[in-house]
């Protein structure tokens, strides 16, 4: 059903690194009649304009998403509602408007109330990406055998919804569709409590450097890098998916402070085999994650992504 998917004209807000994959895996993929990318920023919608990864490119939104069949909003979460109270006069009827963002309920909250009621709006989340930004950091293959999770509103089209499945389907994901709540729950634990971690020792390690006069940065270990990859991930965008999902953030970290505490008790009280147990169960975890397909065995350090 993927090879029939096509839309005449397709528009991308955002030429970051999600729109820039995006707006690449859709001429891969032959989806788009036309592809349009705007960016607020000049100096990256000139690097996305040099790249020439799009038939047009705009400073304005309302002449990028002008006429489009579906628009795919590559923003941060805190930006959506601006984005969106620009754009909702100038939309075609019947156009599907979705976006990348890591957190859906807040970004259907954001979007709902402005866009007209002509056009359909169907969240969506790319659960894909690196700690690279920029148009540069893109490339078309981002997608490929990674889960695109869809969350549609209760009264949503089926033929729209049918429509951008098979979207992302083309551009090599996998789709799942689950309500927003549940979505924003799930990635609070896989995806944004690890990444608030990842600061918090990062940020830690910061205090420390003086301190131990460099010693930190000199002799970080695999374990260290591999937070510091993490932490250097946009931090606008980060910022407003804490500030969208602080309700699900908090209860899993509050779940993590208790395994955490529980943690330290095993090491106070020298029980080996309470660490043995925890150390066993979650290296059983990475395995099944390689056996998913969601990750391979070589460290992510200097793999080469094809386009």
Not at 86 to 109: N, Q, R, T, Y
Not at 151 to 160: G, L, N, Q, R, S
């Amino acid at each position: 059903m993927t090879d029939k998917i096509h839309f005449a004209r397709i528009a991308i807000v955002g030429a970051g690194l999600i729109g820039s994959s995006v707006a690449r895996a859709i001429v891969r993929a032959g989806v788009a009649g036309t592809l349009a990318v705007t960016d607020k920023d000049e100096a990256v919608l000139a690097e996305a304009r040099e790249l020439g990864f799009a038939h047009e490119f705009h400073d304005d939104a309302k002449k990028a998403v002008q006429d489009a069949d579906l628009v795919i909003l590559a923003v941060p979460v805190g930006a959506m509602a601006s984005v969106g109270a620009a754009i909702a006069p100038v939309l075609k009827a019947g156009a599907i408007i979705s976006d990348v963002g890591s957190v859906k309920e807040g970004v259907f909250s954001a979007l709902e109330p402005l866009l007209p009621d002509t056009v359909h709006l169907i969240p969506g989340h790319p659960v894909a990406g690196t700690e690279q930004s920029g148009p540069s950091a893109g490339f078309a293959s981002l997608f490929d055998g990674r889960w695109c999770i869809i969350t549609p509103p209760e009264a949503v089209d089926d033929e729209a919804l049918g429509r951008l499945t098979c979207f992302w389907e083309a551009l090599g994901s996998k789709v799942e569709i689950m309500t927003a709540k549940h979505h924003d729950l799930v990635l609070a634990i896989t995806s944004h409590v690890p990444h608030l971690i990842a600061y918090n020792i990062v940020g830690t390690a910061s205090d420390l450097e003086e301190v131990t006069r460099s010693e930190v940065i000199k002799y970080s270990a695999g374990g260290f890098r591999d937070f510091t990859r993490i932490a250097a991930s946009d931090p606008t965008m980060w910022r407003d998916v804490f500030l969208n999902n602080k309700e699900a953030v908090l209860e899993m970290l509050g779940r993590f402070s208790e395994d955490l505490t529980a943690l330290q008790r095993a090491i106070r009280w020298g029980d080996g085999d309470a660490l043995f147990d925890l150390f066993t169960r979650t290296r059983d975890i990475r395995r099944r994650i390689i056996d998913a397909g969601q990750d391979e065995e070589a460290a992510d350090f200097g793999r080469h992504h094809k386009e």
